[in-house]
C-alpha cells in the first residue's frame, strides 16, 4: 500500500528466490558468483525478465491498521458477544483466549481463496443491512420504537421486551422481520427480491470497489479512518452504557463462567471459529496483505500487536453489548438471559432497541451503525483482496490481455460478488445467509485449519519454517513458537475437528426454525466449494509430476525451497503464509 508513486517495488519470484527491485541486477550478478547457486540465478533471471511492479505498503503503520481492521470486524461485535448467548454466555470468553493463544498458523492455497471469496459474498450484505438501518436512523423518530408502523402486526407487537411471552415480538424485531426482510416462512420460500436491499446492495459493493480499485495505494488511505473511528464510537458507547441503571448485571452476566461448559466440544469449536474468522486463520486474506510487505517486516511483533488488538475489542465490544442487554433488562424487569439473543440480531434488533429507550437516541443511532459500516468495510477490503492478488499474481498476464487494466478486474471481481450476494436479498435471504454462514463460516475452517496445519509441520516442517522466519528477522523464534507449530496447533485443531464430526449441529434460525433435509444438503456443498481444491490440488500436483507413482508422490510431498538458496532472501508469498497466524 503506498503513499505516492515511488512506493513501489519489483516482486522477483521463483519456486525458491525472491530479489528486490532495487537490488537489481547487481544481486543476480553477486548470485552468480556464490557456488551452488547457477540453478536459482537462471531462475531469478528468466523472471527478472517478465516481473511486473508490485506495490509495497507505503508505512509499517498502513499494514498493522489494515490487519487490525480485517481481524477488528463485524464478528467483534456480532458474533462474539452472541456466541457467548448461544453456549450459555460466559465460558467462550476463556476457550476463546486459549484457542487464540494456541492457534498460531495459517495456510495458503486456492482453498482459502475459496472460503474467503465466498464469505465476501453474503459479508457485504451485512453491510447493506447496515445502511438501512443508517438511513433510517435520521427519521425524526426511530421507526423501529413503536408498534404503530404499517408493518407491525398489531396483535403481537411490543414496544418493549416480551420476556416469556412467546406470542410477542417486539418492535425492533418486528422492523427487522417485517420492514427489512419481509422475511418469509422459510428457505423454501424465496419471495422475490428486496428491491430496497438491492439498491443497498449495489451501493455496498460500489464502496468497496472505490476503495480497493487502486489496490493496496488506495486501501491503505482509507484505513486510517476505517480501522480507528470504530475506537472512538465504541469506547463513547461504553462510558455511556456502564452509567446506565443495570449495566453491572448484564456485564456479570457476561463475565461469570460456567465452568462446566467448558466440558462441552461445541464451545471450543465456537470459539475456535470465531478465532479463525476473526483472526483470518484459514483464509487468505492476511496472506495476501503481508505479500506487500518488505522482506524483513517483523513479523512476530505485527502478529502480537494485531492479535491482542482484536481480543481486546472482542472483550471490550462483550462489555458495550452487555451493559446495554442489562439495561434492558432492568427498565423492562426481565432477566437478562431473557434480552440476550443470537444471530446477527443481536446488533440489528436488541441494540436498535436500546437506542429507543436511551437519552439523545438520534445521535447514537447513527454513530453505531456508521462503527457498523467501518468494521464491515475492512474486513471485506480484505476479503476482496484475496481474490484480486490471487488473480494478478496467478494470471496477471494472461488476464490483463483481455481485461487490459487492474481496476477492470476488481470490478470484475466486485460484480460477481455481487450477483452471488443477490440471493441473500430476497425476502428468504436470512434463511440463506444464516446457512452459508453455519457452513462457511464454522464446518469448512475446521477442515482447512487441520490441512493447514499438516502442510506446515508434517510437509513443509518447522525446521524449514524456523529457517525462513530466522532469514526475516536474524533470529529464531523462539521456544513456545516451535512448540506451538510443531505439537500444540495440530493437536489442538486435530481434536476440534474429530470432535465437531462426532458432534455435529444443523443449521437453524432463531430459536424455532430447522432447515429441510434438501438445505442441508446444500450447506454441506457449500462447504466443499473450498474444501474440494484441497484433494483436488493434491491430484493435479500427482498428474503434471513427472516419474512413477512413488516418485511423483515423493516429490508432491517434498517442499521445492531450497534452504541455501533462500538463506538470504527467501520470498515474500513464502513468508507470507505464517503472518496470520
Wanted: glycine share 8%.
Amino acid at each position: 500500500m503506498g503513499v505516492g508513486a515511488d512506493n513501489k517495488t519489483v516482486s522477483i519470484s521463483s519456486k525458491f528466490t525472491l530479489q528486490q527491485f532495487e537490488e537489481g541486477k547487481e544481486e543476480v550478478e553477486l548470485d552468480k558468483m556464490t557456488p551452488g547457486n547457477a540453478e536459482a540465478t537462471r531462475l531469478a533471471e528468466a523472471d527478472h525478465l517478465s516481473t511486473e511492479t508490485r506495490e509495497m505498503w507505503g508505512r509499517r503503520l498502513e499494514f498493522v491498521l489494515a490487519s487490525i481492521g480485517y481481524a477488528v470486524g463485524l464478528g467483534n461485535v456480532w458474533r462474539f458477544p452472541y456466541l457467548s448467548p448461544a453456549d450459555h454466555h460466559r465460558k467462550t470468553v476463556a476457550s476463546f483466549g486459549v484457542s487464540l493463544f494456541l492457534c498460531l498458523s495459517s495456510g495458503v492455497g486456492l482453498a482459502t481463496v475459496v472460503i474467503s471469496y465466498v464469505l465476501c459474498t453474503y459479508y457485504n450484505v451485512l453491510m447493506t443491512w447496515a445502511l438501512y438501518y443508517l438511513l433510517h436512523s435520521f427519521s425524526p423518530s426511530l421507526p423501529w420504537q413503536s408498534c404503530n408502523n404499517t408493518w407491525n402486526a398489531v396483535g403481537n407487537c411490543s414496544t418493549g421486551f416480551p420476556g416469556n411471552a412467546t406470542h410477542l415480538q417486539s418492535a425492533s424485531q418486528q422492523f427487522f422481520d417485517h420492514k427489512v426482510l419481509e422475511m418469509t416462512k422459510g428457505i423454501e420460500h424465496a419471495g422475490g427480491i428486496r428491491w430496497e436491499l438491492f439498491g443497498l446492495l449495489v451501493l455496498a459493493w460500489v464502496i468497496v470497489y472505490f476503495c480497493i480499485f487502486k489496490g493496496v495505494k488506495s486501501t491503505g488511505k482509507v484505513v486510517y479512518f476505517t480501522a480507528t473511528f470504530p475506537y472512538f464510537i465504541l469506547f463513547a458507547l461504553l462510558i455511556n452504557n456502564v452509567q446506565l441503571p443495570g449495566a453491572k448485571d448484564g456485564i456479570l452476566f457476561f463475565l461469570m463462567p460456567n465452568w462446566s461448559k467448558l466440558l462441552e466440544v461445541q464451545v471450543w469449536v465456537n470459539a475456535a471459529a470465531q478465532v479463525f474468522n476473526s483472526i483470518g486463520i484459514s483464509f487468505g486474506s492476511m496472506i495476501s496483505m503481508a505479500s506487500y510487505n518488505k522482506f524483513n517486516n517483523n513479523i512476530l511483533r505485527d502478529t502480537f500487536i494485531v492479535s491482542l488488538a482484536n481480543s481486546a475489542t472482542s472483550i471490550v465490544a462483550g462489555f458495550v453489548i452487555f451493559s446495554a442487554i442489562g439495561y434492558m433488562a432492568h427498565i423492562h424487569n426481565l432477566p437478562v438471559d431473557d434480552i440476550a439473543t443470537d444471530g446477527p440480531g443481536l446488533v440489528f434488533v436488541v441494540y436498535p432497541e436500546v437506542f429507543s429507550t436511551m437519552p439523545v437516541s438520534q445521535l447514537w443511532a447513527p454513530l453505531f451503525f456508521i462503527m457498523l459500516l467501518c468494521l464491515g468495510l475492512d474486513s471485506q477490503f480484505a476479503m476482496v483482496e484475496v481474490a484480486v492478488t490471487f488473480i494478478m499474481d496467478g494470471f496477471g498476464k494472461k488476464v490483463l490481455q483481455v481485461f487490459k487494466r487492474k481496476e477492470l478486474i476488481v470490478l470484475a471481481v466486485c460484480s460477481f460478488g455481487f450477483l452471488l450476494g443477490i440471493p441473500h436479498i430476497s425476502r428468504g435471504g436470512i434463511y440463506v445467509f444464516q446457512l452459508m454462514d453455519h457452513y462457511t463460516a464454522v464446518v469448512s475452517l475446521m477442515f482447512l485449519a487441520f490441512f493447514e496445519v499438516l502442510a506446515i509441520t508434517l510437509i513443509f516442517g518447522v525446521r524449514r519454517l524456523s529457517v525462513m522466519v530466522e532469514n526475516m528477522l536474524g533470529k529464531k523464534p523462539n521456544l513456545f513458537f516451535r512448540v506451538c507449530w510443531q505439537f500444540l496447533s495440530p493437536m489442538l485443531v486435530l481434536g476440534i475437528l474429530i470432535s465437531s464430526i462426532f458432534q455435529y449441529t444443523p443449521a437453524r434460525y432463531g430459536k424455532s426454525y430447522t432447515y429441510p433435509f434438501w438445505a442441508e444438503v446444500v450447506g454441506w456443498f457449500i462447504s466443499l466449494i473450498s474444501i474440494i481444491w484441497i484433494p483436488l490440488g493434491a491430484l493435479h500436483e500427482l498428474w503434471t509430476t513427472e516419474g512413477s507413482l512413488l516418485q511423483r508422490l515423493k516429490k508432491s510431498i517434498t517442499p521445492t525451497v531450497d534452504l541455501e538458496s533462500v538463506s538470504e532472501k527467501p520470498s515474500a508469498e513464502s513468508i507470507a503464509l505464517f503472518t496470520a497466524a
